[in-house]
């Protein structure tokens, strides 16, 4: 699992918050890492120099094999809260995507094959 980190003009992206953002994702979505190619945070302060609450954003959009990405964002007062939050949304959306397809193939992998004969 690939993860990129953007950022919009009012937040630098620093080796530290890059490393901060990318422990919490992977400790997150760690089960799904063979599912996800690619994961692109998206980090933005939508008050800019003025603070105000619930003003940080954090946007993740999932890059899942063979299927459309899926993207999540959540709203706090600090960056890593913002992170936490839509990591957990992330992990709950991929969790019903990811375990709606197995349920898939586990029903089409007990269907018996037309025309094979069991024996007895």
Do not use: Y
């Not at 620093?14 to 190619?37: D, M, Q, W």
């Not at 994961?39 to 933005?44: F, N, T, W, Y």
């Amino acid at each position: 699992m690939k993860i990129q980190l953007n950022t919009d003009s009012n937040i630098v992206a620093s080796e530290g918050l890059a490393t901060k953002v990318n422990a919490i994702v992977e400790k997150e979505l760690k089960r799904f890492a063979e599912h996800i190619t690619r994961l692109e945070v998206h980090l933005s302060d939508e008050n800019g120099k003025k603070s105000g609450p619930h003003d940080k954003r954090c946007l993740l959009e999932a890059r899942l094999e063979g299927k459309p990405p899926v993207a999540v964002t959540e709203h706090a007062a600090t960056i890593e809260q913002a992170v936490v939050g839509a990591s957990h949304q992330l992990a709950r959306m991929l969790d019903s995507k990811i375990g709606k397809l197995q349920s898939h193939r586990d029903k089409a992998s007990d269907q018996p094959i037309p025309g094979a004969e069991t024996e007895q």
